[in-house]
Structure formats: C-alpha cells, structure tokens
C-alpha cells in the first residue's frame, strides 16, 4: 500500500526566513498527484500547493514552492518569507485514483 | 459559494448510542470520502463513494457504516459508538479522479466534527 512519511513532527522557523518541510511516499504507480494542506487552528483544510507527478517542472505558489524528486519519491515544500500566519499543521498528501494517503502531519512554528 | 458542510461540529455521546454525522457538498462532486485524524497519525480514510450508491471501505472502516443515496449526501453512521472512535472527522469531496492525470484532483473538506465518546 502507499505510504506517505513526514518525517519532522516539528519545524520552527524565523518570521520572514525560509523553512522546507520534507515528505516522502512509496508508490509503484507513474501517474499520481502529490498535494501539501495547511491545517490552521481553526481545523480547516486548507489546499497549499498541488504537484501532478508527469510534471518535471516543481510548483509554484507566491511563497509557497515544492521540490518534486520523482526517482527519489521525495515531496519538501518551501516556504519563503515566512508569515504569522503560516504557522499551522502542514500535510503531505498522495493521491492515485480515488486512494488518498496522508502523512502524520508537521507542526510549523513561526516566530516573531 | 461551493462548499462541503458537515452537521454536527462538536459531539459529545456515550458509548452504545448510535450517531448519524452529515455532510454535504453543492459542487456537484462524483467523489465523497469521509477521514478521521488523529494525533501522531494523520487523515486516514474511513470510507469513500465514487457516485450514488457505490461506496468502498479505506484504511479503517471498522465500527462505521455510510450511505450514498443522493449525490450532494454522505452521512457517516456509528452504530455502537466506541471510545476509541473519538476523533476528528472530515467529510471531503472532489470530482471523481483519472489516472492518466489532466483532471482537477483536489479535495474540498468540511470543517471537521469534533466526537467524543464517553
């Protein structure tokens, strides 16, 4: 079955320094989607940035940008000036077909 | 506006009393799942529904039944509440999704229930 690893429970970052999340997944599949969701205190799921796997070229959002490594199934998301408000529960998710995984979540800090 | 709407958002029950929670989307969405989360582990996925009267059990879908007699409608139905079963839920929903990639994959959520079973 797929899986989806987030491997740093915790992040802290400096407000308007950059920070980089990691995520990792196993899949035997070639076409998938690849998502980051921010889950602020308000419990609300929030879609950040998506990444369609036949895609070379790494999504952009403003401040949010991935780094896509297909052959090394690895899945970070950087956030550049980071903002208060950034501060969240970030998820990496995995979707092929109608199977959706999520990793375990990383708590961003921000701080003033 | 397009959402996905979930009824109640907080719950507080006993164990043993069977709970209906609803969840709904004007989206027009093919695709309907519901997702418990957990401290330390994530959204897993509890059941999902690729269109009215087709639905499929996910990673854990023990202790919980659902419906899909309509297509904006997705209730998740506890019959004998456990425990174990407190947690936070999201009913979420997207257009049905291809492999082949090209089509929007993004799953719209509800704003959560928050149960707690005593």
């Known amino acids: ?112 | 506006e397009a959402q996905v709407t979930q009824n109640p958002r907080y719950l507080i029950t006993v164990t043993g009393k069977k709970l209906t929670v609803t969840c709904s989307q004007n989206m027009n969405h093919e695709y309907m799942s519901w997702y418990r989360q957990d401290p330390g582990l994530g959204l897993r996925q509890i059941y999902y529904s690729m269109n009215v009267e087709v639905t499929d059990k996910g990673d854990v879908p023990e202790g919980y039944k659902v419906s899909r007699k309509e297509k904006r409608n997705f209730p998740l139905i506890l019959e004998s509440p456990s425990p174990n079963q407190t947690s936070l839920y999201f009913c979420a929903s997207s257009q049905l999704a291809l492999s082949t990639g090209g089509l929007y994959n993004e799953q719209f959520f509800g704003p959560g229930t928050r149960l707690t079973v005593l």
């Open chain 1, 1 to 112: 079955a797929q899986t989806v690893t987030q491997s740093q429970p915790e992040m802290s970052v400096q407000e308007a320094e950059t920070v980089t999340l990691s995520c990792t997944y196993d899949t035997s599949e070639s076409d998938y989607y690849l998502f980051w969701y921010k889950q602020p205190p308000s419990r609300q799921m929030i879609l950040v940035i998506r990444q369609e796997a036949y895609k070379q070229q790494n999504a952009t959002e403003n401040r949010f940008s991935v780094n896509f490594q297909k052959a090394a199934k690895s899945f970070s998301l950087k956030i550049s000036d980071s903002q208060l408000g950034d501060a969240a529960m970030y998820f990496c998710a995995y979707r092929w077909n109608n199977d959706m995984r999520f990793g375990a979540g990383t708590r961003l800090t921000v701080k003033p």
